[in-house]
């Protein structure tokens, strides 16, 4: 089992999945207690826009993913910080207009040959090193930036108004979560697809919540779990040979399940 | 100087007219109640105020400024019912958030942290310092909402409903806190409770779309009223109580500054 670790392939998974959970942990805190799950889906599926358009110009798909959902959080931000009346609709729309753009110029592009169920699902072992800097740098800027201004976040999560009236740039704040979210979940496509980085936003964080005093303490301990869940998954995948980014999710849901029974239990 | 100073000021969401030429000055020394029904605007005017939204017309001074140029001036404690439960937070960094300044990031200082300290302890929570915010009760919770606010070092503290789902015993608390705070800042509470009213306010404002300026009742008014209360089958409400004894009379019609 353990001579596996020798391949650079698995190296890669594992750094990779590191950096992902680290993330994970500390993006997925800040979009729980803000109760921006629908959001960060939106611009999850959306990016798949960006994945089509770079397969027909030949670019990165990483890149296309990243301006894709960088442009469409900042269309999503400054449509939910004024009115959160209607902001699932509005996500609704942009979401399913992500990944009708995406199918669209996947069927323009000639030859086309590549493997799209890697980037929906994910595909850990095949993360080539390049991403992995790229993951790396990512979780660096998240965690400097989150560092930074992490008394600033914590009011406006906690109370925005309060924070406003002290001086916070609250709006600007809140559109750096959303850009961060967004590069978060460019990030995470890779190793478990855009479709079930969600799981891996919220699942850590919410069972990290009711064990945490502050926000920090909730981050780390998403953190932590969240690399549970990613290195038990991988292990599954690679001894029963299943698909990677299942097996990650799989193992965190039970995890869920079991903290909601326990929850269930304690009171 | 007067702390607010408020010149024929109307407001309207839309086409809903909710604020109609409302006229009030303000200094320090009052602990002022405003009262009036639900929608007549007592929200509204704290909002105003606190410069979260501008009046159609009229002005409006805060210690002589736009409420704009004045929010380092104002400390603000919101409605309890807007607060998460579930955000992991404790009460000593709910009180640091008042320390919150424009354009200084990183980590609070030392300062802060004593600052916060000594607030809690104005409150009588330093006990309840590492608790998380939501397993206080109502009146707790908002005994460190007051700290925070304290924090702030402003030079007038603006409450929204601090009584809402707070037990009798938790209001009268929260009442006296204020009567001390009083002595060193200026003090306004938004309530519909008829103890503020008639117990600690030195002013009450009573806003239905308009405003309508009193002193505090007396002592022989304060005792009839209460035993009205007191002898009221069922429910009794202190803004149709104020409204029937005061606000009707054509003495009162006109709001004075």
Known sequence: ?267 | MNALHVTDLSFAYGAQSVLEHVSLTYTCKDLLAIIGPNGGGKSTLLKLILGLIEPQSGTLQVFGKSPKDATSDLAYVPQNTNTNLYFPITAFEVVLMGCLKPRSFGFFSKADKDKAADALARVGMSAFSNAKIGELSGGQRQRVFIARALCAQAKLLLLDEPTASVDTEGQRHIFELLQTINKSMGVIVVSHDINVVLGYATKIAHINRQLYMHDAPSKATKEAILSTLHNAQGHLCPVELISAHTCTHPDHKAPHV
């Open chain 1, 1 to 267: 089992m353990f001579e596996i670790l020798s391949y650079s392939f698995m190296q890669h998974a594992l750094l990779a999945g590191v950096f992902v959970s680290v993330l994970c942990g500390v993006i997925g805190t800040l979009v729980v207690v803000n109760r921006m799950v629908f959001i960060a889906g939106g611009i999850a599926h959306g990016a798949y826009g960006g994945i089509g358009i770079a397969f027909f110009m030949g670019l990165s798909p990483l890149l296309g993913a990243g301006a894709f959902a960088f442009i469409l959080a900042l269309i999503i931000a400054a449509i939910t910080f004024k009115n959160k009346e209607r902001i699932d609709a509005v996500i609704g729309a942009l979401w399913a207009f992500g990944m009708a753009v995406g199918i669209v110029f996947i069927d323009l592009t000639q030859g086309y040959n590549v493997d799209l169920m890697s980037y929906l699902f994910g595909s850990i072992l095949s993360v080539p090193q390049s991403d992995v800097w790229a993951m790396g740098g990512i979780t660096l800027l998240v965690a400097g930036v989150v560092g930074t201004f992490y008394k600033e976040l914590q009011a406006m999560s906690f109370d925005p108004e309060f924070a406003q009236l002290r001086g916070v740039p609250v709006k600007l704040l809140y559109y750096v979560l959303v850009v961060l979210v967004a590069l978060c979940v460019v990030a995470t496509i890779r190793v478990v697809g855009l479709v079930l980085v969600i799981a891996l936003l919220t699942i850590p964080p919410y069972i990290a919540e009711g064990f945490s005093s502050k926000l920090g303490v909730m981050m780390m301990l998403s953190a932590l779990m969240a690399t549970l869940f990613t290195l038990g998954g991988l292990w599954l995948s690679v001894a029963y040979d299943l698909t990677s980014g299942a097996s990650i999710i799989l193992v965190a849901s039970l995890s869920f399940f079991l903290a909601l029974g326990a929850k269930r239990f304690k009171t």
